[in-house]
């Protein structure tokens, strides 16, 4: 089967800003695909670019092996979006909004009306599809939008930060739908949560400053990073005279306490060593080594700063 995405070192420039960086990757049919990056790591610019709705500086794209610089119009028809930015029409009403997209693609009434009906359904909307968006609250805005992207049955769906705004319920509803819709499409998505990347996608990369800094599974990122040895370690008594002593050993590469509970990572395995050696016997409540979350690895990676 052919990949259902290739990027071939796309590039977009803003200026002196290089926003993506020769981004490349190929992405195998029916994948759940999660990019990931801190603000202004250049997901939503690689989305427009591969999306169309802007122009790479350099490199290209295929979708189903169309190319997204010389055949716009063939992969506009080949993909759903969903964009950061809700940009529903105003003033039509969720169901003319729904059908007037359906008609851009050229979909008979018989094809589109019983989707739309279905659509509705799915994501409880239905009660509000003669209503105008503006009366919607943002998560049923969200939610109409992301009906709207799946109209016209896409081969490969992007999902811009699908959903921030969203409640629980929604979120979790949004990612049932999400699952079943795996065997008729592929789904690249961007997100800020880890947990949804960490049990939605099959296959998750970690860019920062325009370029992918890791690619895997969510298992195989945790694993890799494993090796930070991170430890929760609670000692008896003593935690101020420790602190001091723990961040003076050059094996300890990040310390984070609460009262006295540490939080230690070490450089490498043979750092537990001098750790414990450091430490009187009988001043040991707990220690116990911590698998690190998704959202380890993206600190790790990415660092603890704050970005514009
Ligand atoms: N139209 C533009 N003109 C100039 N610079 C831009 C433009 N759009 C984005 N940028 C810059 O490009 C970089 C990448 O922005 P982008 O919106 O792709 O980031 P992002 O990863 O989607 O971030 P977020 O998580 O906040 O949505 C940022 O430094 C941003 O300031
Ligand atoms: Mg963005």
Known sequence: MSPALII???????????AVDRFSLELRQGTVFGLLGPNGAGKT?????????????????????????????RVRALIG????????DRYLTAQENLVLHARLHGMAPRDYLPRIDRFLELTGLSSRRND????????????????????????????????????????????????????????????H?????????????????GASLVDGSAQELKER?????????????????YEELFQLLPQVTSLERERDSFRIVLRDEESLKPLMDSIQSGDIRRICLV???????????TGKMVRE
């Open 291 to 301: 698998e690190p979350s998704l959202e380890e690895v993206f600190l790790d990676l």
């Open 45 to 73: 610019t690689l989305i427009k670019m591969l999306t169309t709705l802007m122009r790479p500086t350099s490199g290209d794209a295929f979708i189903q092996g169309e190319s997204i610089v010389t055949a716009g119009k």
């Open 193 to 209: 949560y880890m947990d949804e990347a960490d049990s939605l996608c099959d296959r998750i990369v970690i860019m920062d400053h």
């Open 132 to 191: 105008f968006p503006d009366t919607f609250s943002g998560g049923m805005q969200r939610r109409l939008v992301v009906v709207r992207a799946l109209i016209h049955l896409p081969r490969l769906l992007f999902l811009d930060e699908p959903t921030t705004g969203l409640d629980p319920q929604s979120r979790r509803a949004l990612w049932e739908q999400l699952r079943t819709l795996r065997s008729e499409m592929t789904i690249f998505l961007t997100t």
């Open 225 to 241: 990073y494993a090796h930070a040895h991170i430890y929760e370690l609670e000692l008896r008594r003593d935690g101020d005279r």
């Open 8 to 18: 071939q070192g796309l590039t977009k420039r803003y200026g002196s800003l290089t």
């Open 81 to 88: 979006v969903v964009p950061q930015e809700n940009n529903l």
